[in-house]
């Protein structure tokens, strides 16, 4: 079984531009969520998508937001980048079902680099 | 969302056995008690879950205190692929949605 996959691994960018970060989930579950990293803060929740709805949502602006597709591939999207965005950026995949006993599997993440 | 705390780093010898802590003393009857490794330059991997009593799989035991405030991962033979970042994570079944809240976790080296 395929793992997850998440494109492109490695994104330079400048402040103020846009991107989106693309996360394909194990076939079969429904559940992706984001997750950044960085030295400081560790890791950190953005939000968790489960059959095309947001829902939970960390505490981040409003210039981090993402969408589920119905095949549960999900993409992540930051406008007006800032250096503080550089981070790994993970996204994980679940059945989605039973959030006590969840298995959420991990993709090996986007390195995002803000110039 | 219950608070775990786990040592900042712990070092072992390949071959032999790890015991990693992690206390959570304000954990309600419901939750599980989860662990996670982050290897480096990789996504975090699930390891082990349990709720109350202890638990074995082919990477690693989980020992659960009899009141649940403190829980330990036992890997049996640390081999230097376990050298790794260990979170210790807890969730119920209220955990509101698909949210894993990573502490700093314990970063665990291996001596060959």
């Known amino acids: 079984k395929a793992g997850v996959t998440q494109t492109p691994r490695y994104l330079i960018k400048t402040r103020g531009q846009q991107v989106t970060l693309s996360c394909s989930p194990i076939?079969?579950?429904?559940?992706v969520s984001w997750y950044q990293q960085t030295p400081g803060q560790g890791l950190q929740f953005l939000f968790e998508?489960?059959?095309?709805?947001?829902?939970n949502k960390g505490n981040f602006p409003g210039r981090f937001s993402g969408r589920q597709f119905s095949n549960s591939r999900s993409e992540m999207n930051v406008s007006t980048l800032e250096l503080g965005d550089s981070a790994l950026y993970l996204c994980?995949?679940?059945?989605?079902?039973?959030?006590?006993?969840?298995?959420?599997?991990f993709g090996p993440g986007t390195r995002l680099t803000v110039l | 969302d219950a608070k775990t705390t786990q040592p900042n780093s712990m070092e072992s010898n390949e071959e032999e056995p790890v015991h990693l802590p992690c206390n959570h003393s304000?954990?309600?009857?419901?939750?599980?008690i989860h662990w996670y490794r982050q290897l480096p330059s990789q996504g975090p991997e699930y390891v082990i879950h349990?709720?109350?009593s202890n638990v074995n799989n082919r990477m690693a035991s989980l020992a659960i205190a009899e009141d649940r405030k403190s829980s330990t991962l036992i890997l049996h033979r640390a081999t230097l692929r376990d050298a790794a970042v260990y979170y210790c994570?807890?969730?119920?079944?209220?955990?509101?949605?698909?949210?894993?809240?990573f502490g700093q976790g314990t970063e665990l080296s291996v001596k060959p």
């Open positions: 998508y489960f059959s095309e709805t947001q829902r």
């Open positions: 076939s079969g579950h429904r559940s």
């Open positions: 994570i807890l969730r119920d079944v209220d955990n509101q949605g698909g949210k894993l809240i």
């Open positions: 304000t954990i309600s009857g419901t939750d599980y």
């Open positions: 349990g709720l109350t």
């Open positions: 994980a995949s679940s059945l989605g079902y039973q959030y006590d006993t969840d298995t959420q599997y």
